[in-house]
């Protein structure tokens, strides 16, 4: 593992998922009491990770609050950086002290490969701590975190590395693991800081006039670093996925010609599959840039005949898809969609997506994304150009009915 992503083994630990990753990080670092730490994070983050920092915010009493940065796709890589940038300025000028940005490898709705070298290039220039989401990450795009240099980073190894759930490569530079006093939960490997007592009155919390004594561990000393000791034994975690890594590592050498061949097969298969099944619905249509970065995944995102109400008094009309307003200002020579009510929103992608499972035995993940509805579909080694022109005839059939009302 270690040598995938070109790092120190003594830097590399396994968790049991990304979002473990991601609040063992933010639930170790100390707070300052004046109350003007903040942390960042762009407004495409993965709803568990966005619950956590709200968690954080709220437990911390005022001593941490939270920025969110907008990006409106299809933009250029630059814009987010400049945007990053302008949080960080924004932030200093009130009066807070941006502590963290916390940011993905490939966003899950959209998915679409995210700047995270440029942006964690800037965290560093800005004296901010990085914190890199890569749950959809390993096996998919390349990394060499030797050279993008993040202060953590996590992946789930159980998506496109193909090991069993749930495993995922939790990685913190020397410079900064003494800044993860504890796993989560706490357990055998955690040592006490050298100036606190181990054996705290537990009635009183007082610590006074107390011997320090330091607590049985009962795992055998290996010679390893306290960070490293503290993630080799959590609880009655299933350690069993983590010894599957490094079969996975050879199977995908010996079997399928190596990391380089599967993502170069995989980027390809999506960025083609994904125009087809546009073709197929009629829409022609995949979240793109001009520069084809967000595309340099696995994952594509297709654009669906449906559309969201609303009317032209909407203050967001303006950040709404290009081919929504198109059809609003009745321009013939757009495509044409498919208007649901705002209110059926949820009912509409629940009932699409039990219906793909239920009478076509398949699935692929809905969402809404500037009043239209998009389907992000992922080109896996198993996969070709027959299975995404399938999944486009299904998309195309529920999308038909669910325009006429067949959700309801």
Same mark, same amino acid.
């Not at 992503?5 to 998922?17: E, G, I, K, M």
């Given at each position: 593992m270690a040598s995938i992503l070109n790092v120190p083994v003594s830097t590399v630990v396994f968790v049991s998922n990304a979002t473990i990753g991601i609040n063992t990080v933010l639930r170790n670092l100390v707070w300052d009491a004046d109350g003007n730490d903040e942390i960042l994070y762009f407004d495409t983050i993965y709803p568990g990770c966005g619950k956590t920092i709200d968690y954080i915010v709220e437990s911390s009493y005022g001593r941490v609050s939270a920025r969110v940065i907008p990006i409106l796709y299809p933009c250029e890589d630059d814009a987010i950086v400049s945007s990053f940038h302008d949080a960080v300025s924004q932030s200093r000028k009130e009066g807070k002290r941006p502590r963290v940005?916390?940011?993905?490898?490939?966003?899950?709705?959209?998915?679409?490969? !995210?700047?995270?070298?440029?942006?964690?290039?800037?965290?560093?220039?800005?004296?901010?701590?990085?914190?890199?989401?890569?749950?959809?990450?390993? &096996?998919?795009?390349?990394?060499?975190?030797?050279?993008?240099?993040?202060? !953590?980073?996590?992946?789930?190894?159980?998506?496109?590395?193909?090991?069993?759930?749930?495993?995922?490569?939790?990685?913190?530079?020397?410079?900064?693991?003494?800044?993860?006093?504890?796993?989560?939960?706490?357990?055998? *490997?955690?040592?006490?800081?050298?100036?606190?007592?181990?054996?705290?009155?537990?009635?009183?919390?007082?610590?006074?006039?107390?011997?320090?004594?330091?607590?049985?561990?009962?795992?055998?000393?290996?010679?390893?670093?306290?960070?490293?000791?503290?993630?080799?034994?959590?609880?009655?975690?299933?350690?069993?996925?983590?010894?599957?890594?490094?079969?996975?590592?050879?199977?995908?050498?010996?079997?399928?010609?190596?990391?380089?061949?599967?993502?170069?097969?995989?980027?390809?298969?999506?960025?083609?599959? &994904?125009?087809?099944?546009?073709?197929?619905?009629?829409?022609?249509?995949?979240?793109?840039?001009?520069?084809?970065?967000? &595309?340099?995944?696995?994952?594509?995102?297709?654009?669906?005949?449906?559309?969201?109400? !609303?009317? *032209?008094?909407?203050?967001?009309?303006?950040?709404?898809?290009?081919?929504?307003?198109?059809?609003?200002?009745?321009?013939?020579? &757009?495509?044409?969609?498919?208007?649901?009510?705002?209110a059926d929103v949820s009912s509409v992608t629940n009932w699409i997506q039990k219906t793909q499972i239920e009478e076509f035995k398949t699935f692929v993940p809905l969402f809404v994304y500037r009043g239209r509805w998009w389907a992000r579909l992922s080109a896996q080694v198993y996969l070709d150009m027959e299975d995404f022109e399938f999944i486009g005839g299904v998309l195309k059939a529920v999308c038909e009915r669910a325009g006429k009302g067949g959700y309801k």
């Amino acid at each position: 593992m270690a040598s995938i992503l070109n790092v120190p083994v003594s830097t590399v630990v396994f968790v049991s998922n990304a979002t473990i990753g991601i609040n063992t990080v933010l639930r170790n670092l100390v707070w300052d009491a004046d109350g003007n730490d903040e942390i960042l994070y762009f407004d495409t983050i993965y709803p568990g990770c966005g619950k956590t920092i709200d968690y954080i915010v709220e437990s911390s009493y005022g001593r941490v609050s939270a920025r969110v940065i907008p990006i409106l796709y299809p933009c250029e890589d630059d814009a987010i950086v400049s945007s990053f940038h302008d949080a960080v300025s924004q932030s200093r000028k009130e009066g807070k002290r941006p502590r963290v940005c916390v940011y993905d490898v490939v966003s899950s709705q959209p998915g679409v490969r !995210f700047p995270f070298e440029a942006v964690t290039a800037a965290c560093r220039d800005e004296g901010i701590l990085s914190c890199i989401d890569g749950a959809q990450g390993i &096996g998919m795009v390349k990394l060499d975190l030797a050279a993008v240099d993040p202060d !953590f980073f996590v992946s789930n190894c159980h998506k496109w590395l193909h090991v069993p759930r749930g495993c995922a490569v939790f990685y913190v530079p020397e410079r900064n693991q003494a800044l993860i006093r504890s796993t989560l939960p706490t357990s055998h *490997g955690w040592e006490p800081l050298p100036d606190v007592a181990a054996d705290a009155d537990v009635a009183t919390g007082s610590t006074e006039g107390k011997k320090k004594k330091k607590r049985n561990n009962p795992l055998p000393p290996n010679g390893k670093s306290v960070f490293v000791n503290a993630f080799q034994f959590v609880g009655t975690l299933d350690n069993s996925p983590y010894l599957c890594v490094k079969d996975s590592i050879r199977w995908r050498a010996e079997v399928l010609g190596g990391e380089d061949k599967i993502m170069a097969y995989t980027e390809n298969l999506a960025r083609e599959g &994904g125009k087809r099944v546009a073709s197929i619905l009629g829409t022609n249509r995949v979240l793109e840039n001009e520069s084809k970065t967000l &595309g340099r995944c696995a994952m594509v995102n297709v654009a669906l005949p449906l559309a969201v109400a !609303f009317d *032209g008094d909407d203050e967001d009309e303006k950040e709404r898809d290009p081919d929504v307003l198109a059809n609003v200002n009745g321009d013939e020579n &757009g495509v044409k969609l498919t208007f649901l009510p705002a209110a059926d929103v949820s009912s509409v992608t629940n009932w699409i997506q039990k219906t793909q499972i239920e009478e076509f035995k398949t699935f692929v993940p809905l969402f809404v994304y500037r009043g239209r509805w998009w389907a992000r579909l992922s080109a896996q080694v198993y996969l070709d150009m027959e299975d995404f022109e399938f999944i486009g005839g299904v998309l195309k059939a529920v999308c038909e009915r669910a325009g006429k009302g067949g959700y309801k």
